[in-house]
C-alpha cells in the first residue's frame, strides 16, 4: 500500500481536528482509497500553545519552509488563514510541486489569479472544498456533479455567524447587539466579529462559487458587499407580518450579465432557506438541466471544516498513486459575459421610513417615486400617531438599484421624513 505524506501548516482548531480524523479514521480511509496517509510534519506558531490533541513533539515545526522543501512530502495543508504567510507558503509548495489542500477563502478570492496560474505554470494541483460552506460539498458539486449545467441563480446563506444573529432576532425577538453577545458567548462569533457581520467572510465565498459557476475569475472588488449590523427587531417584526424572513444571502445571477452580491434579503417565510436557523449553511443551485438542486449542512468549526479538508487530502492522494492529468480550474472568460454593477441590478425592495403621520405625506413619497417610474405594491402604517414621527413600510416594485438610490435622496429631502431610511432587497427565489 502506498503511502502518501502530508504536512500541515497551521494547527488551530481546524488543523487539530484534520490530525484527529486522520488518524482516528485512518483504516477507513486505507481501505476505501487504497493509500496510507502519514502526517509527515506539522507547522505551528508556538511550540508551546496547550492543544486539545495530542502530538509527538518530533512532528512540530515552526520552519514551514522546511516541510515545504522537503522531497517526501506530496501533499502540503494549508490552514494558516489570512493573505500573508498562507500566500507563500501556498505559492512556495505549488512551485515544488507539491498538492495543496486549503480552506482558506480570502485568499483564493483576492490572490485567485496569481495562485490559478501558479497551478498552471507549475502543472500542480490546489484543492479548496472547505473554503466554501464547511462540510458542504458545494464546490465538487459545482466542478463535477452539474458540470453540464448552465448556472441561472445560486443563493446561499454562505456565513453561520450572521444566520446564527438573525435566527436569535427573528424567534427570540431580541437585538442585534443582544444576538451577537450571545453569538460571542457561545463561541459561534469571534471577539472582532466585523468580518462576518459585515458581509466579508461570505463575499469571499460568493466569489469562489461565481468563478467556479461561471468559468471565469470573478474579481473580489465586484461582488457588492452589505452586512447585517443594522438591521432591527422592527424590521424582522414588519418582514414576517408580510410574510418574510430576513436572512443574509450571497446572490449570483446570470441574466443579461453576470452579478454576486451579499447582502441582507427579505425570502418568503414558505421557502426552505427561511427554515435554515443558526450556524448552519444552505446553498440552492439552478441549473438549466438538473433544476434546483439544494446543499445544506454545517458551515464552520472543527469537524465540518475538517471532513472537507480530508475529502480533498484523499483526492490529491488518489491523484498522485494514479497520476491523473491535472484539469482546469476556470476556462477562459467568455467574451459575451458583462458583469453587472449593483446599480444595474434590479430587485424588489422593502423600505421603512419614519416619517410625521400627517396629511399628504405618502402622496409626496409616491411622486418622488414615480417621477423614477417605481411603483409602489403595499404600504404599512400603525395608527394612532398623529402629529408624531412613526414607520411607514413600502413593499417597492421592480426597480434598478440606482433608480432606487437616487429616489430615495429625493424622499430624504421631503420635510415630513425624518432619520435613516431601511432599505432591503426582497427575493421570492422563484
Not at 485512518?26 to 505551528?44: D, K, S, Y
Not at 490533541?53 to 519552509?65: A, I, N
Not at 472537507?308 to 483526492?315: G, H, L, P
Request: overall charge positive; glycine content about 10%; some cysteine.
Amino acid at each position: 500500500m502506498q503511502e502518501i505524506r502530508i504536512a500541515v501548516a497551521g494547527f488551530g482548531t481546524v488543523g487539530q481536528g484534520v490530525y484527529k480524523h486522520l488518524l482516528q479514521n485512518r483504516a477507513l480511509l486505507q481501505q476505501r482509497l487504497g493509500i496510507r496517509f502519514a502526517v509527515h510534519g506539522i507547522a505551528v506558531r508556538n511550540l508551546r500553545r496547550k492543544r486539545s490533541v495530542k502530538v509527538p513533539r518530533s512532528l512540530l515545526t515552526q520552519d514551514w519552509k522546511s516541510l515545504v522543501e522537503d522531497p517526501r512530502v506530496n501533499i502540503v495543508v494549508e490552514l494558516f488563514g489570512g493573505c500573508g504567510e498562507a500566500r507563500k507558503l501556498i505559492l512556495a509548495a505549488l512551485r515544488k510541486g507539491k498538492s495543496v489542500v486549503t480552506a482558506n477563502k480570502a485568499l483564493l478570492a483576492e490572490h485567485g489569479e496569481e495562485i490559478f496560474e501558479a497551478t498552471a505554470r507549475y502543472r500542480a494541483k490546489i484543492y479548496f472544498e472547505a473554503s466554501v460552506a464547511g462540510g458542504v460539498p458545494i464546490i465538487k458539486a459545482l466542478r463535477e456533479g452539474l458540470i453540464v449545467n448552465r448556472f441561472q441563480h445560486i443563493y446561499g446563506i454562505l456565513n453561520g455567524t450572521c444566520n446564527y444573529i438573525l435566527s436569535k432576532m427573528s424567534h427570540g425577538g431580541v437585538s442585534f447587539e443582544d444576538a451577537l453577545k450571545d453569538a460571542q458567548k457561545g463561541g459561534y462569533a469571534e471577539a472582532n466579529p466585523a468580518f462576518d457581520i459585515d458581509g466579508i467572510d461570505a463575499a469571499h465565498k460568493v466569489a469562489i462559487l461565481a468563478s467556479l459557476s461561471n468559468g471565469f475569475l470573478m474579481p473580489f472588488s465586484k461582488v457588492y458587499i452589505e452586512g447585517i449590523r443594522s438591521i432591527t427587531p422592527l424590521d424582522i417584526q414588519f418582514a414576517h407580518q408580510l410574510g418574510y424572513e430576513i436572512k443574509l444571502l450571497g446572490i449570483i445571477r446570470n441574466e443579461n450579465g453576470l452579478s454576486a452580491r451579499v447582502h441582507p434579503v427579505l425570502i418568503p417565510r414558505s421557502h426552505i432557506l427561511a427554515a435554515v436557523d443558526g450556524v448552519y449553511n444552505a446553498i440552492v443551485v439552478r441549473g438549466d438541466v438538473v433544476g434546483d438542486a439544494m446543499f445544506y449542512g454545517r458551515g464552520a468549526g472543527a469537524d465540518a471544516t475538517a471532513s472537507a479538508v480530508i475529502a480533498d487530502i484523499s483526492e490529491a492522494g488518489l491523484d498522485r498513486l494514479y497520476s491523473t492529468e491535472m484539469r482546469p480550474l476556470l476556462g477562459a472568460k467568455p467574451a459575451q459575459t458583462k458583469i453587472k454593477s449593483i446599480d444595474e441590478v434590479v430587485s424588489r425592495y422593502y423600505l421603512r421610513l419614519s416619517v410625521v403621520d400627517r396629511p399628504g405625506v405618502l402622496a409626496a413619497i409616491a411622486s418622488v417615486l414615480a417621477r423614477k417610474k417605481i411603483g409602489i405594491s403595499s404600504v404599512i402604517q400603525p395608527e394612532g400617531h398623529e402629529g408624531k414621527a412613526v414607520p411607514l413600510i413600502l413593499m417597492i416594485h421592480d426597480a434598478k438599484y440606482r433608480d432606487m438610490r437616487r429616489a430615495l435622496q429625493g424622499i430624504m429631502r421631503l420635510p415630513s421624513v425624518r432619520g435613516r431610511p431601511m432599505l432591503l432587497r426582497v427575493e421570492d427565489l422563484s
